[in-house]
């Protein structure tokens, strides 16, 4: 079994987006360790990128913060072989194909592979695509996941067919932030992954209650919450870790 998989073992999976190097990585893995203390399963760590195209204005002034603020993937790199000495969850770096293809791609995966991290998700990287990396995944033992969004339509069944670690359900047309209402058809979606897949499925973008995340979760295997955190994290600068622990817990408690 994939390490990734083990976070949806014991019931519906609670997912955050956390922007590494917001406001500081000091910050930052306070931020971690008090969302996995409060009952996170898996963490979705961002590495900041000038263009990211997949973000609403939350993350992209997340990820501009981090980036005026002197944060680096080798910076990035180091904070989670700290964070291994007492974080055992799985984690995934989420970032942009160029960041990996400037870092030198089988450096970047064989590095992931050696601080802990356990998959990658890059919403820039179309399926026909993804042997760019992948042989260097497969080496290293990194699952590439897969994003399905409501466009994908006839290509669901053959995405969920390769998928690694876990399938992530995008909720909505456009770029992440909080929705008030999801409208999406995320029941045939989610039937269609898991007609060609064991593997979960979790869905992201646009989630910010418990309510939502709850109803997402009786849908799929899961609930990812970015931009609600980021959020959270640019009110509340340095003293955040407190206030996103809190907020964990009462999504964590939702999906339970």
Do not use: W
């Not at 981090?66 to 993937?73: I, K, Q, R, S, Y």
């Not at 399926?127 to 339509?153: H, N």
């Amino acid at each position: 079994m994939s390490k990734i998989q083990q976070a949806f073992a014991n019931g519906k999976a609670f997912i955050p987006f956390i922007t590494c190097g917001d406001p500081n990585l000091k910050t930052t893995a306070a931020v971690i360790r008090a969302a996995v203390a409060n009952g996170a399963d898996l963490v979705e760590l961002g590495i900041p990128f000038s263009d990211p195209t997949a973000e609403g204005v939350v993350i992209q002034a997340a990820n501009l913060r981090a980036l005026n603020g002197g944060v680096t993937t080798d910076k990035i790199f180091d904070m989670v072989r700290d964070l291994r000495r007492d974080i055992k969850i799985p984690m995934v770096f989420m970032t942009y194909a160029n960041v990996i293809f400037s870092y030198g791609a089988e450096k970047f995966i064989a590095t992931c592979k050696e601080i802990g991290i356990d998959g990658l998700i890059l919403p820039d990287l179309p399926f026909e695509e993804k042997d760019e990396f992948l042989p260097f995944c497969k080496k290293y033992d990194v699952d590439l996941i897969s994003l399905i969004a409501p466009t994908s339509e006839n290509r669901i069944a053959m995405i969920a067919r390769e998928a690694e670690g876990f399938v992530y359900i995008v909720s909505s047309l456009g770029v992440t932030g909080v929705r008030s209402e999801i409208k999406t058809d995320l029941t045939s979606i989610v039937a269609a992954v898991r007609a060609n897949t064991k593997i979960p499925c979790a869905v992201g973008f646009g989630i910010s209650t418990p309510a939502q995340a709850k109803k997402m979760a009786d849908i799929s295997d899961g609930a990812i919450v970015g931009s609600a955190i980021i959020k959270i994290i640019a009110a509340h600068g340095e003293e955040a870790p407190k206030f996103v622990g809190e907020y964990v817990r009462d999504m964590k408690n939702a999906l339970s």
